[in-house]
């Protein structure tokens, strides 16, 4: 029988996840910031529909990037350097969660309902939740977010208007993470899309250990609250000055 979990009460660990469905571990109703972030830290994350319960799931295995892997193709090189676009960081977090729950043709629903947003919301007023957006024409083209603890980065979605605009979005946050000392990003499930830019799964059981030394080891410096991408970080990438993996 699944769990239920309760205000106050704690998560079973994420090695007790069902295999079938991979990585379920509980279900209950609170959606508390609070909640969230207690999940993270123990490498479990919320997803689920509107006409359920919140579900707690740690898959095994777990999709990662390490940022030292990532796979920055030649055309996307081309993009950065060529492209017309400007980066900015957590200044419109509502507005890239609300992208990101916009319905697309390849999926039915989207598990990011209002109640959702509002717990991200509020870990983003806390200095915990980020978003990374590309801007193109004055327009919110692309972007992503996600939550930072420790060392360890937890990519939540990603949404593009504008050809690559995602990408671009994702490329800066790897190399800005790389700087800062970030050592993993948990991308949770595995595509052939996040494939492509060097992320592979490893098991549940590595990846907890892992999570367990980043989440109580902070970035140095700390990275709390508000975001701001070193201009350094930003003349490099669009230079096409990076030391990533081709």
């Known amino acids: 029988m699944l ?12 090695s007790e996840a069902l295999d ?3 990585g379920l571990l509980c279900a209950g109703l609170d959606l508390s910031a609070a909640l969230v972030l207690k999940a993270y830290e123990r490498g479990i994350y919320p997803w689920y529909s509107e006409d359920q319960p919140v579900l707690w ?3 095994d295995p777990r999709m990662v990037l390490y940022p030292s892997n990532f796979t920055l193709h030649r055309s996307l090189r081309k993009t950065l350097k060529h492209a017309d676009y400007e980066i ?3 200044t419109s977090f509502e507005a890239v969660m609300r992208a990101c729950a916009d319905p697309r043709p390849d999926q039915d629903g989207t598990w990011i309902s209002d109640a959702v947003i509002d717990a991200y919301c509020d870990l983003h007023r806390a200095g915990f939740a980020h978003s990374v957006e590309t801007w193109i024409d004055g327009e919110l083209a692309g972007g992503l977010y996600g939550i930072a603890l ?3 980065f937890f990519g939540e979605s990603m949404f593009m208007r504008r050809t690559d605009a995602s990408k671009i979005a994702f490329t800066h946050l790897v190399v800005q993470l790389r700087r800062w000392g970030f050592e993993l990003i948990d991308c949770q499930q595995q595509t052939r899309h996040l494939a492509s830019m060097g992320a592979a799964p490893i098991s549940r059981e590595k990846f907890l250990v892992e999570l367990d030394r980043l989440v109580h080891s902070p970035a140095t410096p700390p990275r709390a609250g508000a975001w701001q991408f ?3 970080v930003l ?3 669009r230079a096409g000055l990076v030391q990533i993996a081709e």
């Open 57 to 59: 799931w740690s898959p």
């Open 230 to 232: 070193e201009a350094e």
């Open 88 to 90: 900015r960081v957590d």
């Open 20 to 22: 079938d469905p991979n």
């Open 150 to 152: 420790g060392r360890a």
């Open 3 to 14: 769990p239920w979990i309760n205000a106050g009460d704690a998560f079973p660990h994420a």
């Open 235 to 237: 003349r490099n990438v």
